[in-house]
């Protein structure tokens, strides 16, 4: 496997441009804005938004993030439709060949079908860079993100029971879907 620091920085779609964010002040300042205007709806199913209260909360966590990177563990990049931030995907998990994704998106940037189209140019990357599998870990009951999944060619291949938390459902099944190139 290549060196994570080789993956492309910037990918481009019709409508969309997913950039690598770099663990700056004015990055992390976006960050915390938006999570704040988005708070209840994004920790309904994504717990660790709890713990980003404060803009140095979040460059701590792009530090981190963008450390991954070099340490061939996870790439996280930004979602930005016309120049505006709308949400984050990465792939972490890396193993040989294979990866995990997570995704969120802002309220109102959900149902044009923008996770479909990153997702889909992430996926078009990775194979190209040399990944085979790639995994999505759905609590049970995220209806969109299920849905996202089996629009984008994924399979769900198991359920893990009562391995997850998710505020809005409390513990809840894994439903572990996987694509192959």
Same mark, same amino acid.
């Given at each position: 496997?290549?060196?994570? $620091?080789?993956?492309?920085?910037?990918?481009? @779609?019709?409508?969309?441009v997913?950039? &690598?964010?770099?663990p @700056? $002040?004015?990055?992390?300042?976006?960050?915390?804005d938006?999570?704040?205007?988005?708070?209840? !709806?994004?920790?309904?199913?994504?717990?660790?938004?709890?713990?980003?209260? @404060? &803009?140095?909360?979040?460059?701590k966590?792009?530090?981190h993030? !963008?450390?991954?990177? $070099?340490?061939?563990?996870?790439?996280?990049?930004?979602?930005y439709?016309?120049?505006?931030?709308?949400?984050?995907i990465?792939?972490?998990?890396?193993? +040989?060949?294979?990866?995990?994704?997570? !995704?969120?998106?802002?309220?109102s940037?959900n149902?044009?079908? !923008?996770?479909?189209?990153?997702?889909?140019?992430?996926e078009?990357e990775?194979?190209?860079?040399?990944? +085979? @599998?790639? $995994?999505?870990?759905?609590?049970n009951?995220?209806?969109?993100?299920?849905?996202?999944a089996?629009?984008?060619?994924?399979?769900l291949?198991?359920?893990?029971?009562?391995?997850?938390?998710?505020?809005?459902?409390?513990?809840?099944?894994?439903?572990?879907?996987?694509?192959?190139?």
């Amino acid at each position: 496997m290549k060196k994570l $620091t080789e993956f492309p920085q910037t990918i481009k @779609t019709p409508r969309l441009v997913l950039n &690598v964010i770099l663990p @700056t $002040t004015e990055n992390a300042k976006i960050g915390i804005d938006i999570i704040d205007k988005n708070r209840d !709806y994004l920790e309904a199913w994504q717990g660790h938004f709890g713990a980003l209260r @404060t &803009v140095e909360d979040v460059k701590k966590k792009l530090e981190h993030r !963008y450390e991954q990177i $070099t340490n061939n563990e996870c790439v996280l990049f930004g979602i930005y439709q016309d120049n505006n931030l709308i949400g984050r995907i990465r792939f972490f998990n890396v193993h +040989d060949n294979s990866c995990e994704i997570g !995704y969120w998106l802002i309220k109102s940037a959900n149902g044009h079908g !923008y996770m479909s189209e990153a997702l889909g140019a992430l996926e078009t990357e990775l194979f190209k860079f040399g990944f +085979d @599998t790639i $995994t999505l870990d759905i609590d049970n009951g995220n209806a969109p993100s299920e849905n996202l999944a089996k629009r984008n060619g994924y399979k769900l291949v198991k359920r893990l029971p009562m391995t997850s938390y998710a505020k809005c459902v409390g513990k809840c099944d894994s439903l572990i879907y996987v694509k192959h190139l």
